[in-house]
């Protein structure tokens, strides 16, 4: 196990910069956004710490890319921004996302309740869900796991016409695996920045999905014409699980940053690190590190106080109820125990003292946690 651990000194100008519009932008901050932001510099910060690295398979060592600080992100001259035109973020269903029509539309909404929260500043809303017949793309059976797949980027293409006028983006979730060309096993994704689009399967979050008794193997596809989606009838929807939302939440809001122009994060552990394998995205946190997390707030104009608010008031009513989550099991939801920052960052935006830099908060991560939401599976 390695840890990437920066300098201070880095992450200062990572997060504030060095051009003087920028430092002068960020001297505009209130006293308690620039204390939360400031938990980036501060080794023993109990809210954001230092990246992981568990592998050589891990993305950062696999996948050497530029890092992008604030000052790349804020003068790029090709990311999308809101507007009041264009202040809406759209979910199209493709297919069940869930064992029946009620649980499926639970999961959703759930979805939607977060990315509300997450996103906060934007609108979302859904879209009626279709079939994959009405999106006329391709499909197989993949050679590997003999589980369908759907073709990812005829997808985008239908998402493309059906976005509506005031969308920022419209993204697709779907349960059936995806793939991006005949030559590819499978992708678990594909956006394109500029049109704004993006499809996103939750099919390989299943806990079942990697195992022998996997009940979405077909055999064979019988020949049928391109337009006989008839296959698709009876498709195998694995289990609503508390694991399989949380998985979807971190995807969802994962992908819809890097349709604001947010690229891969570098610099602190952040949702916005990239992932090779299954295990590596589980270890991601829910939200952003100060540096992609002012990035955010630059794109759609946000208050962190106010943000912070409402990811508080969803996680206060969402704790309060079980939400039907597979057809004989009520649960609440992991997620709710991975926002337990939420408190800590709210503290931290709300205090009116100023804090000593040279004394660390380290028993708030308890406090945060002494009360924890009840949370099975």
Not at 158 to 163: A, G, I, S, T
Not at 285 to 291: A, G, S
Not at 334 to 349: C, H, T
Request: overall charge positive; charged content about 25%; hydrophobic content about 35%.
């Amino acid at each position: 196990m390695q840890t990437v651990r920066h300098s201070e000194r880095t992450l200062r100008t990572a997060l504030i910069s060095k051009n003087p519009a920028l430092v002068s932008q960020y001297e505009k901050l209130d006293a308690g956004e620039k204390r939360l932001m400031d938990e980036a510099f501060r080794p023993d910060s109990d809210l954001f710490g230092p990246i992981t690295l568990h592998s050589q398979s891990d993305w950062i060592t696999s996948h050497p890319e530029a890092p992008q600080d604030f000052e790349e992100f804020f003068s790029d001259p090709y990311r999308k921004t809101p507007s009041p035109q264009k202040h809406s973020i759209y979910i199209q269903c493709i297919g069940l996302l869930g064992n029946t029509r009620s649980i499926s539309e639970e999961y959703v909404k759930w979805l939607k309740g977060y990315c509300e929260a997450f996103f906060y500043g934007l609108t979302v809303k859904l879209l009626e869900p279709v079939p994959v017949s009405a999106t006329r793309c391709s499909f197989r059976i993949n050679d590997n796991t003999q589980n369908l797949q759907i073709h990812a980027g005829q997808i985008l293409k239908f998402l493309k016409k059906k976005k509506p006028e005031d969308a920022f983006c419209i993204v697709g979730i779907t349960m059936i695996d995806l793939y991006p060309r005949d030559s590819w096993n499978f992708v678990f994704g594909q956006a394109s920045l500029t049109d704004g689009v993006g499809i996103f399967s939750f099919a390989r979050y299943g806990s079942d999905f990697y195992s022998s008794h996997y009940e979405g193997k077909l055999k064979k596809l019988q020949k049928k014409s391109s337009s006989d989606y008839s296959v698709f009838d009876n498709y195998y929807v694995p289990e609503v699980t508390s694991v399989l939302l949380l998985r979807s939440c971190k995807t969802l809001t994962h992908e819809i940053g890097h349709i604001f122009g947010l690229r891969h994060c570098q610099w602190l552990a952040c949702l916005m690190q990239g992932s090779n394998h299954l295990e590596e995205a589980d270890q991601r946190p829910l939200d952003l590190c100060p540096i992609c997390l002012r990035k955010l707030q630059s794109a759609v104009g946000f208050h962190l106080k106010d943000r912070y608010k409402v990811l508080g008031a969803f996680r206060t009513r969402e704790g309060g109820r079980c939400i039907r989550m597979s057809r004989d099991t009520h649960l609440q939801p992991r997620p709710l125990r991975e926002l337990w920052w939420v408190p800590s960052a709210r503290q931290r935006l709300e205090m009116n003292q100023v804090r000593d830099p040279h004394r660390g908060l380290a028993d708030s991560r308890l406090r945060a946690r002494s009360n924890p939401l009840p949370v099975t599976g």
